[in-house]
């Protein structure tokens, strides 16, 4: 078998089982109860922004807590919770990147798939256009026209198909930089509340400002995840506070633990 058919083998496995069973004489009914819609992809950076504090401000309040429950030393502290911040911040952007290219690079082999279907069979192609439309209520005529319209032209056909098939903005795929990037400054955001005071005041005051401002950050970050999710902002926001504040004292009573085993 040579490359070309191995090429058409890979493509058309890739319809969707709708698709296929359309092809073999399935009715327009069972095609939109089975395919349904799909949603479209979207470029991940909010959720890359909001999840990047949210991981930052708990992962490194862990952090601090526990040191400060190991020691009194302010430098101890400011040094973890620094280290910290950056290496959480490059590890938490080279696997957003990793991610957002992954998801990326599959969406551009759908495409390239549909391109060499719309290539090898535009009239099958067509038809599956016309059922689409069809199943969204159009009549018979109707849908064939437009169908027959939007196979006029290539490209147009291949947006088509990639958007009403596929679920798929060609002009939205998602950007790996633009993800990374979020990621990497949002986690030092969150990072950053929790170490700040050790920055600036003494130990003793240190660690309550940083409790303090980290409850605040807490409570904002609740309630953005909750216009993330749409569920209730108090909710979420005293969940968050919780969900902190418990990994806090965890980690707190760890270290305090081990500074008195060791002596520090």
């Avoid at 309040?61 to 302010?74: E, N």
């Avoid at 490059?90 to 549909?114: D, H, K, T």
């Avoid at 009239?123 to 109707?142: D, F, T």
């Amino acid at each position: 078998m040579d490359g070309n058919h191995r090429g058409v083998k890979t493509a058309k496995q890739h319809k969707p089982a709708a698709f296929r069973r359309l092809r073999a004489g399935g009715t327009v009914g069972q095609f939109a109860r089975s395919e349904g819609h799909r949603t479209a992809a979207q470029s991940g950076t909010f959720r890359a922004a909001v999840f990047g504090v949210n991981d930052g401000l708990v992962s490194n309040l862990g952090l601090v807590m526990g040191v400060a429950g190991a020691s009194t030393d302010t430098r101890y502290v400011l040094l973890a919770g620094v280290a910290g911040l950056l290496a959480g911040a490059f590890s938490m952007a080279a696997g957003e990147y990793v991610s957002m290219r992954a998801q990326r690079e599959l969406f551009e082999n759908q495409i390239e798939l549909e391109r060499q279907e719309l290539a090898e069979d535009p009239k099958g192609e067509q038809k599956e256009l016309e059922l689409i439309y069809r199943s969204k209520g159009m009549p018979n005529s109707a849908a064939a026209n437009l169908a027959s319209q939007m196979m006029s032209d290539p490209e147009v056909a291949l947006d088509t198909h990639a958007r009403e098939e596929l679920g798929l903005n060609m002009n939205e795929l998602g950007s790996p930089w633009g993800a990374a990037g979020s990621s990497f400054i949002s986690f030092m955001i969150g990072a950053i509340v929790p170490v700040l005071p050790y920055m600036l005041l003494p130990s003793s005051a240190a660690f309550v400002t940083s409790l303090v401002l980290s409850a605040f950050a807490l409570l904002a970050v609740g309630a953005m995840v909750s216009s993330y999710t749409g569920r209730s902002v108090l909710i979420s926001a005293l969940r968050m506070l919780l969900i902190g504040f418990g990994a806090a004292a965890i980690t707190f009573l760890v270290g305090s633990a081990i500074g008195v085993s060791t002596g520090l």
